[in-house]
């Protein structure tokens, strides 16, 4: 849980590493081959395995904030309707008619009673039954409830609707999510206002999400942006299954050796990533804004696209709130798409040269060996590599 | 033309004078009755026109059709005076009709 005491704890955990210049820290060094970012047939596997298989973390709550309220969007080619139903229970579907396939609504968010396809009219309620067909009679009888919307399965915990995009494909949301349901709930993002919300593209799946769980680069890359707040290489870890939370040390974080204890303002000392398995980051959770990616692959293993929601805690009203809540939204935006995405293009880039066989994760890049440790267990690509790999980088 | 007293969703009453040979979903939409979703186009296939008229009775309304009551039988406030208005033609013979709009499912 991050209670305040807890957050005075990572706080504490911070400052020992700030003062003795150290870092949370992995046992050993680990190698990854570079045909983990870039092997078509692996990426196959693992797309099937872990994005197809698992749940997702697929829309925040607050995008449904009514009955009737739906997202319609388009998931890794697969188009997806999300609807609060009268009863207050969110559900998810396939949005492709049962007729002959035409998608019932466009990507987007709002509010209906009824789904209607636009090719032939065939109607659906908001618990995917088909309760309408134009020339009905003309048709031939047919049997309605063998017709409903395909179902996904769909789970509504801590301000996220969580959906696994394979039919027919159930999952325990409560044992998935283990302990980190605590810190995920303590969030509160079922209170948050949805300020901004942008798609950005970028590389691999990896190095976009490797991007999200170091602080090692903040320095040198981020050093004109989130940089100038955040401590670089000072990370403590804390992992929740396949789950992960980061703390960052704010560079007022030294204000806790000047200061009584009593005179501490611990949240303001740290920022908090909540690292959600496969794809979601939950970025700076303390204090009054928050980034909240979905990091989605594409067709091929080296492109993505970034859902990004950038979140207020109340909806700024005053041009003073307006201007932080904007300045928040430039910053990181700067920082994802100029700064983190832009090298990882080059990343990607470099893969095909093959300069390099493995990368190195160093110890103080714990939460990406720990990612990498999930994608082989989740993912079961047959050919196990992790651990001490040398001569397996070679494209076959 | 034919005149129409409506009772609009949020209880607000009005009049309106609609022209004949449009569907009184069409009418409704045309006097700015906008709750009135008509969102599969007025083929009688969504219910998103529903309505209550209260006087049927004494106004040569067509009856339902077999789509009509299955669709109606959809909606969670299906009535007696239920109609889709979508299937209702606007004639000087429904001139006074009362109309209220029935209640979102």
Sequence with gaps: MNSSNEIGELAQRALVHFNAGTTDQAPEQMRVPVTAYNDEQRYACEISNVFRGLPLALALSIQLPDAGSYLALTVMETPVLIVRGKDGIVRAFLNVCRHRGAALCKDGTGKAPRFVCPYHAWSYDREGKLVGMYGKATFGDVDADELSLTALHCEERAGIVWVCLTPGKTFDLGSWLGDFVGPLETLNLEDWHIHDQRDIPGPGWKVVLDGYLEVYHHDSVHGQTVGQYTIGNLLVHDTYGPHQRLVFGRKSLPAMNELPEAEWDTADYIRIIHSVFPNISISGVVGDHCLFSQVFPGPKPETTITKQFVLSAKKPETPQELEQTETFSRMTLQAVKDEDYAIGATIQAGLKTKANKDFIFGRNEPALQHYHRMVERYGKWPQPDVKGATGSGEAA | ?105
Aim: charged share 30%; with cysteine; glycine share 6%.
């Design chain 2, 1 to 105: 033309m034919t005149r129409l007293h409506v009772t609009r969703r949020d209880g607000e009453q009005i009049e309106i004078e609609a022209k004949n040979d449009q569907s009184l979903m069409q009418a409704l939409r045309a006097g700015g009755v906008h709750e009135i979703l008509a969102m599969c186009g007025g083929c009688c296939s969504c219910a998103t026109c529903h309505v209550y008229v209260d006087d049927g009775s004494t106004k040569p309304l067509p009856p339902r059709s077999k789509d009509e009551t299955d669709l109606l039988d959809s909606s969670d406030w299906f009535t007696d005076a239920s109609r889709l208005s979508c299937q209702i033609r606007v004639s000087e013979a429904l001139d006074g009709l009362r109309v209220v709009v029935a209640p979102e499912d």
